[in-house]
C-alpha cells in the first residue's frame, strides 16, 4: 500500500470512530488486512498497553515460571522467593538465544535459575536481582562487564487473578482504569481459581480484530451458534452493563427451558460451582472484554479467558484458558467434566472460526466493503473503534 493509502486509512478510522452508535459503521475493511495497519498496531496497541499473558495459578510457587509470547517479544514470569511476580525477556543477553526454547522446555514449570542452553550462561531468579547474570563459563579471559548483564524486565501487574503485562515503560498503570469492570467481576473471585486447560489455535486465517470482535457480542449466537449456544443463552436477550473506552460487559440469562446435554456415557459431567456467586451471575453468562484482545466467559462453574494475538495483518492465534474452582479438582468425575468441557470449547470454536474465516474473505474483496451497520448489541465493537482511534490517530505515522 502506498504512504496515502495508510493516511487515507487513519482518517476512515476517525471518520467512522466518531459516529454515534445509533449510526456506527463498521472499520475499513483495509484495517483487517493492510500490514502497514498491522505494523502500527503492534507499535501502538500490542506494545503499548496492558496484555494479559495467563492467570496467576499458572505461577503459584516461588520457583514457577510460564512462558508467553503475546507480547511480540519472548518473555518468562517468574515467580520469586518472597511470592513477588516479574516479567523477564527470554532474549539471553550473549548471542540472543530464547533462554526457554519452546521445542525442548515445557511452557510452565519450576526453575532455581535460569540457564540459557546455548553457551549455559545462568541468570538469577531471586528478589531484587532478577535477571541477573549469575554466571558465564570461560568469560574471564575478555573485558566482560558481567554486573551489567541482566536480561530486561517488562511490567506486570496483577489484575483479578490474571497477569497482565506492559511493553511500554511509560503506560499508566492498569488497574486504576478499570473500576467499573472489577465491579461486575468480583464475584467470579478470579484470583482464587485455577487452571483446567488450556487451547490454542494457530495461525487462524483472519486478522485478530474479526476474531476480538466475534468475541465481543452475542449477537451471532441465532446465527452461528444457533444448534449449540443460542438454545442456552439466546443472544437476543443480551443486556449489555458497561461499554467504556477501557472495554464492556454483557449478561446473557439462561434460556428457561434449558437442555440437558448428557454425555456419551449418558450423564451429564458436573462442574463445582465458584463459591460465593449471587444471584444474577448463577443465572446466566458474563461475557467481559478489556481492549485490545481480551474477553471472559464468566459462568457459574467456569471461566474461560480467550485471547487474540496477531501473527500477521491477515492471521493470529486464538488462545483459551479455562479456570474452575480448585473444589472442582477434588470432585468425583472431574477429568470427564474437563474433557466435556473441552469437547464443548472445541464445538464452539469450531462455530466461530467458520464465521471468522468467512468475515476475513468477505474483507479481502475489492471494491473494498464499507458501511456495514451495527446493532445496538454490537456496543462494544463501537467502543472498540474508539480505543483504536484514541491510539492510531494523531500522532504522526514515522513507520517507513
Ligand atoms: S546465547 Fe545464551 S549462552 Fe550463548
Ligand atoms: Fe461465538
Sequence with gaps: MLHDGLHSLLDELARVSALPLERGET??????????????????????????????SQVARPGDYLRTDVLGEPLVVTRDEH????????????????VLPPETTPEQGSLKRLTCPYHTWTYRLNGEYVGQLAGAPLMNKVDFDRAACRLPRYRLEVWNGLL????????????????????????????DLVVAYT????????????????????????????????????G????????????????????????????????????????????????????????????????????????????????????ATVLVPAAAQEQ????????????????????????????????????????GRFSHLECPLWQFQRYLADRLVGAPVAIA
Design 27 to 56: 472499520l475499513p475493511a483495509r484495517a483487517y488486512t493492510c500490514e502497514r495497519f498491522h505494523q502500527l498496531e503492534q507499535e501502538r496497541v500490542f506494545r503499548a498497553d496492558w496484555l494479559c499473558v495467563g492467570h496467576v
Design 83 to 98: 511470592g513477588d511476580l516479574h516479567a523477564l525477556s527470554r532474549v539471553c543477553r550473549h548471542r540472543f538465544m530464547d
Design 164 to 191: 497482565m503485562v506492559n511493553a511500554n515503560p511509560s503506560a499508566p498503570p492498569l488497574g486504576p482504569q478499570l473500576g467499573r469492570l472489577d465491579a461486575v467481576l468480583a464475584p467470579y473471585r478470579l484470583a
Design 199 to 234: 487451547a490454542t489455535w494457530e495461525n487462524v486465517p483472519a486478522n485478530w480484530k474479526v476474531a476480538f470482535e466475534n468475541g465481543s457480542e452475542n449477537y451471532h449466537h441465532m446465527g452461528t451458534h444457533a444448534n449449540s449456544l443460542e438454545r442456552v443463552v439466546p
Design 236 to 319: 437476543k436477550d443480551t443486556v449489555i452493563e458497561e461499554c467504556d473506552p477501557r472495554g464492556y460487559s454483557m449478561f446473557t440469562p439462561f434460556a428457561a427451558d434449558l437442555p440437558t446435554a448428557p454425555d456419551e456415557d449418558g450423564v451429564p459431567p458436573v462442574g463445582a460451582l465458584i463459591p460465593g456467586l449471587g444471584e444474577r451471575e448463577l443465572s446466566g453468562l458474563r461475557v467481559a472484554g478489556l481492549f485490545p484482545n481480551l474477553a471472559l466467559a464468566l459462568v457459574p462453574d467456569s471461566v474461560t479467558l480467550l485471547r487474540w494475538v496477531p501473527t500477521g495483518p491477515t492471521t493470529h492465534d486464538a488462545l
Design 332 to 371: 468425583p468425575g472431574y477429568e470427564a467434566y474437563v474433557a466435556a468441557s473441552r469437547r464443548q470449547l472445541e464445538l464452539i470454536q469450531g462455530e466461530d472460526l467458520v464465521a471468522v474465516r468467512g468475515v476475513q474473505r468477505g474483507l479481502a474483496t475489492g471494491p473494498a466493503p464499507s458501511g
